[in-house]
C-alpha cells in the first residue's frame, strides 16, 4: 500500500518569511496530492491540491510542486502570517480524487510574530 | 463551517461502557468516511461508506462498530475501549459523483475527541 512521509514535523518561522513542508509518497501510481490545513480544535480543511499530470500550482500565498520521477511533493507558503499557523497535512491518492487518501503525519506549522 | 457536524464533542468513557458518535451532514454528499487521529501520527482511515453501504474496513476491531442509516448520517458505537483507542475521531463526506474530478475534496466535522480511562 502507499505510504507517505511528511517532513518536518514542527517549523517556526517569522512572520513575512517562507515556509517549506515537503512530502515523499511510494507508489508511483499515486496521481492526487491534496493538501490540508487543521487548526486548533477544528477538522482539516483543503487548501490546495495537484494531480499528476501538473508540476507546479499556485493559489495566491500558496503553492505545490510536484516531482513524479522522485515522488515528493512540497507545500510553499509565501509572505507567512500568524493566521497560518496551524497544522499541516499532505496525503496522496491513486484514485484521482479523495476517495482512498493516505496522509502523512502533520507539520505544526507556527508563525511568529 | 465545513457542513459536515459532529457530536459530542468531548467524550470521556470508562473501558465497560457503550457510547456513540454521531456525524451529520445536510451537503448532498453520498460517501462518508471514519478516521483516527493519534498525537503525531497519520490520519488513519478505519471506515468508508459509498451510498449507505459499507466499502471498507481497515482491520478495525470489532469494538468499533459503525452504523449508516442514511447517506446523512454516520454512526460509531463503541463498547470496550482499551485507553490506546483515545484519539481525535474524523468524519469526512465527500460528494461522489463517480470517478474523477468532482470527488477531490473531502470535507470534515471537527471531531469527537474520546478518552478512554
Known amino acids: 500500500g502507499e505510504n507517505v512521509e511528511q517532513h518536518p514535523s514542527t517549523l517556526s518561522v517569522q512572520e513575512g518569511d517562507s515556509a517549506v513542508i515537503k512530502c515523499t509518497y511510494s507508489d508511483s501510481a499515486s496521481n492526487y496530492f491534496p493538501w490540508y490545513k487543521q ?3 477544528k477538522g482539516p480543511q483543503l487548501i490546495i491540491d495537484i494531480r499528476s499530470n501538473v508540476g507546479e500550482k499556485k493559489d495566491q500565498r500558496i503553492a505545490v510542486t510536484l516531482n513524479k520521477t522522485a515522488k515528493h511533493f512540497s507545500l510553499h507558503i509565501t509572505e507567512t502570517q500568524p493566521e497560518d499557523s496551524a497544522v499541516y497535512f499532505c496525503a496522496a491518492s491513486d484514485s484521482g480524487s479523495a476517495r482512498q487518501l493516505t496522509f502523512g503525519s502533520g507539520t505544526q506549522l507556527t508563525v511568529l510574530p | 463551517e465545513t457542513g459536515v457536524t459532529q457530536t459530542p464533542r468531548h467524550l470521556v468513557m470508562g473501558m465497560t461502557n457503550k457510547k456513540s458518535l454521531k ?3 445536510h451537503l448532498g454528499h453520498n460517501a462518508m468516511y471514519w478516521y483516527k487521529q ?3 501520527k497519520p ?3 478505519m471506515f ?6 459499507q466499502t471498507e474496513n481497515n482491520s478495525v476491531p470489532s469494538r468499533f ?3 449508516c442509516p442514511n447517506s446523512s448520517h454516520l454512526f460509531l458505537h463503541l463498547h470496550t475501549l482499551q485507553p490506546e483507542d483515545s484519539a481525535l475521531y474524523l468524519c469526512a463526506s465527500i460528494p461522489f459523483k463517480g470517478t474523477g474530478a468532482q470527488n477531490t475534496e ?3 466535522g471537527q471531531g ?3 478518552t478512554v480511562v
Not at chain 2, 468508508?48 to 453501504?53: A, D, I, L, T
Open chain 2, 23 to 25: 456525524c451529520e451532514q
Open chain 2, 43 to 45: 490520519l488513519e482511515l
Open chain 2, 106 to 108: 473531502a470535507f470534515f
Open chain 2, 38 to 40: 493519534s498525537a503525531k
Open chain 1, 39 to 41: 487548526e486548533l480544535g
Open chain 2, 65 to 67: 462498530s459503525p452504523e
Open chain 2, 48 to 53: 468508508v461508506y459509498n451510498f449507505k453501504e
Open chain 2, 112 to 114: 469527537t475527541r474520546l
